[in-house]
C-alpha cells in the first residue's frame, strides 16, 4: 500500500507529465472544421431532438459528405493540442473516437470530439498523450449507422462535466447539452476564429444572445448593453464595471442631454447612474406599453406596442406624438428623412414620417430597405431596384440590376452613386452603368446592411455576423464573422479610440480599426 506521501508524489508526477505533453504542444493559433464544409453539409444540429433516440439532444453536428462519398473521407484535427482519449472501438459498430484538448491563451481547455471514426493502413489513430497539429489526418469517417458522417463536438468544463476529455459519452442527452458542458461547434468555431482574426484587441461574452436593443455608446467609449434579465456596463476595452438585475424586460437604450434611459414594456422610463448602475428619476407614459426595441426617425423613436400600435415617442422619452392603431408586429424596419419601411407578414408597409399608411406591397423573398438621397426610401428585392418616393409611389431605380431579397444590400450616394451587394457580389454603378464588380471574401447570409463612411469605404454587415470592409473604389480591407442566426441582431460601432466594436449574438469583440482595415 502506498503511503500519503508516495500518493502525493505519483499524482504530481502525473500531472506534471500531462501539463508538460500540453504545454509542448503549444497554445490553439488557428482552428477550423476538421472536415471541408464546401463538401460535407450540416444534417443535424447541436442540441436538436433526434426521434431516433426518443427525443434526446443531440451533444454535436453530424456532418455528411453525400451517399456513397463520406465513408474513407480524411478527417483532420481543428486545431493544435494534446490527444486525451483515443480509441479505435469507443463506439463499438459505430466505430472510433478521439478526444484533443487545446490550450487557449488564456489559460483555460477546449475539447473536440470527433466521432464515426476508423484506421486504415496509411492513417492511424494518433496515440493518447501525443500532440497533434492544426489540420493533421487523424483518422477517416467509418461506416456508422444510419450512413458514414462525422460526429463533431465541442466541450468545455462545468460542474456537472469536470472531466471533459476523459470518455466519448452519449452523443445524445436528456438535459440540455449546453448545461452538461457541450457547446455549438459552428459557433464556438466562428468566433474564436474571429478572435485570431487581424486586430482583434477583445471580446465580452454575453449571457444572452444580443437582440434589439442595440448597446448605447457613452462618451468614453463604454457600452452599456441590456443581457436579458441584467443591465452592464461594459469598459472600452471589453472588461464589465457592474451589472444589475432588471425585473421587468427592457425594450429600449437610449441617451439625451448626456443622461442614459431605459424604456421598459410597462411602459416605464428610467433614468440610469452609469457610474453604478443605479435608477434615478423615472416617470411612465400611459398607455404605452412597448413590445420590442424602437426605430429610430428624424425627432423621435418609434416603437410597436402590445395592443398592435405603431407610436412615437419625442427624444426626451416623455411625450406620444402620434399613434398609429392596427398595425402587425414587424420584422424589420428603416426609417428615412420622409418614410418609415416596416416589413410584416411578408409585405412591405410603408408609412408617412407623421404615420399615415401609403402603401402595402408583398414581397416574394424579402426586402432590403435603405435611404434614398430624396427622403425617400430603396427597396431591393428579388424583382428589381425600386424607389419608393416621399408619396409613397414606386418606380424602377436601376434597369437590369441582379435579384436583391433579405440577403442583399444598396446604398446611394448624394451624387447618385449606388452600390449594391447580393450573396456573393458587391455592385458599383454610376450614371445606371455598372462601373465595376468584385466577388466577395464571404458568402453572405442572414439580414445585410449596406453603408457608406466619410471615409470613402463600404462597410457590409449582417445579422449572421459577416462583416466586409471595402474601398468605394474597389478592393477589400477586411473581413471577420461572428456566429448568428436569423433570431439575432447585428450592432456595430466605430469610437472614436479607433476601436470597432462588433456585436452579433452572445459577444461583443473590438477590433483595432486600423490593422483590421489594413489602414484602407
Known amino acids: 500500500m502506498l503511503r500519503l506521501p508516495a500518493l502525493i508524489l505519483l499524482f504530481t508526477l502525473c500531472f506534471t507529465i500531462t501539463t508538460m505533453a500540453q504545454d509542448q504542444c503549444g497554445v490553439l493559433d488557428t482552428i477550423s472544421y476538421p472536415i471541408d464544409t464546401n463538401i460535407f453539409q450540416l444534417v443535424q444540429n447541436f442540441a436538436t431532438s433526434s426521434p431516433r433516440h426518443q427525443g434526446r439532444f443531440h451533444t454535436g453536428e453530424d456532418w455528411f459528405g453525400g451517399r456513397g462519398s463520406s465513408l474513407g473521407q480524411p478527417v483532420r484535427a ?39 471514426l476508423e484506421q486504415t493502413e ?39 462535466n469536470p472531466n471533459p476529455g476523459d470518455n466519448p459519452g452519449p452523443g445524445y442527452t436528456r438535459t440540455d ?41 457613452l462618451n468614453d467609449n463604454s457600452l452599456i448593453v441590456i443581457d436579458g434579465d441584467r443591465l452592464r456596463r461594459i469598459t472600452s476595452d471589453g472588461r464589465v464595471l457592474w451589472r444589475v438585475g432588471l425585473s421587468t424586460t427592457a425594450v429600449s437604450l437610449h441617451g439625451y442631454e448626456a443622461r442614459t434611459y431605459v424604456t421598459f414594456i410597462d411602459g416605464r422610463v428610467v433614468q440610469v447612474d452609469v457610474e453604478n448602475g443605479n435608477f434615478l428619476e423615472a416617470w411612465q407614459l400611459e398607455g404605452f406599453m412597448p413590445d ?29 406624438l402620434w399613434q398609429t392603431p392596427d398595425v402587425p408586429p414587424f420584422t424589420y424596419g428603416v426609417a428615412s428623412q420622409n418614410l418609415i419601411g416596416l416589413v410584416i407578414h ?18 416574394a423573398d424579402g426586402v432590403h430597405l435603405a435611404a434614398h438621397p430624396d427622403g425617400g426610401l430603396i427597396a431591393y428585392t428579388q424583382g428589381g431596384l425600386w424607389q419608393i418616393n416621399p408619396a409613397g409611389e414606386w418606380s424602377v431605380l436601376l434597369i437590369g440590376a441582379p435579384p436583391g431579397g433579405k440577403t442583399s444590400g444598396a446604398v446611394m450616394l448624394t451624387d447618385g452613386r449606388l452600390y449594391l451587394v447580393d450573396k ?7 450614371s445606371g452603368q455598372l462601373s465595376w464588380q468584385a466577388q466577395l471574401p464571404q458568402t453572405l447570409s442572414g439580414q445585410v446592411s449596406l453603408a457608406h463612411d466619410n471615409d470613402h469605404r463600404l462597410i457590409i454587415a449582417s ?24 433570431q439575432t441582431s447585428m450592432w456595430y460601432d466605430l469610437g472614436t479610440d479607433g476601436t470597432l466594436r462588433f456585436a452579433v449574438g452572445d459577444q461583443i469583440i473590438g477590433l483595432n480599426w486600423e490593422r483590421f482595415t489594413n489602414s484602407c
Open 177 to 217: 447539452p449546453e448545461l452538461l458542458g457541450w457547446r455549438r461547434p459552428m459557433q464556438i468555431i466562428t468566433n474564436m476564429q474571429a478572435r485570431l482574426s487581424r486586430g482583434y484587441e477583445w471580446h465580452t461574452t454575453l449571457s444572452h444572445a444580443v437582440q434589439n436593443p442595440p448597446p448605447l455608446v
Open 424 to 430: 456573393s457580389t458587391l455592385y458599383a454603378y454610376e
Open 292 to 320: 420590442s426595441a424602437p426605430i429610430d426617425l428624424k425627432n423621435a423613436r418609434l416603437y410597436h406596442t402590445s395592443d398592435n400600435t405603431l407610436t412615437a415617442v419625442s427624444t426626451d422619452g416623455r411625450t406620444i
Open 346 to 363: 411578408g409585405a412591405l408597409w410603408t408609412f408617412s414620417s407623421e404615420g399615415q399608411l401609403l402603401d402595402q406591397a408583398e414581397l
Open 78 to 116: 481543428a486545431a493544435r493540442g494534446l490527444v486525451v482519449y483515443s480509441s479505435p472501438s469507443a463506439w463499438g459498430v459505430d466505430g472510433g473516437v478521439i478526444i484533443i484538448r487545446h490550450t487557449l491563451d488564456d489559460g483555460g481547455f477546449l475539447y473536440t470530439q470527433y466521432g464515426h
Open 463 to 486: 445579422t449572421h455576423g459577416h462583416f466586409i470592409v471595402a474601398r468605394e473604389s474597389g478592393g477589400f480591407c477586411g473581413f471577420t464573422q461572428l456566429y448568428g442566426t436569423d
Open 122 to 160: 496509411t492513417v492511424r489513430f494518433p496515440p493518447r498523450l501525443s500532440c497533434v497539429n492544426a489540420g493533421e489526418v487523424i483518422g477517416v469517417i467509418g461506416d456508422a449507422r444510419p450512413a458514414p458522417h462525422l460526429h463533431f463536438e465541442i466541450r468545455v468544463y462545468s460542474p456537472s
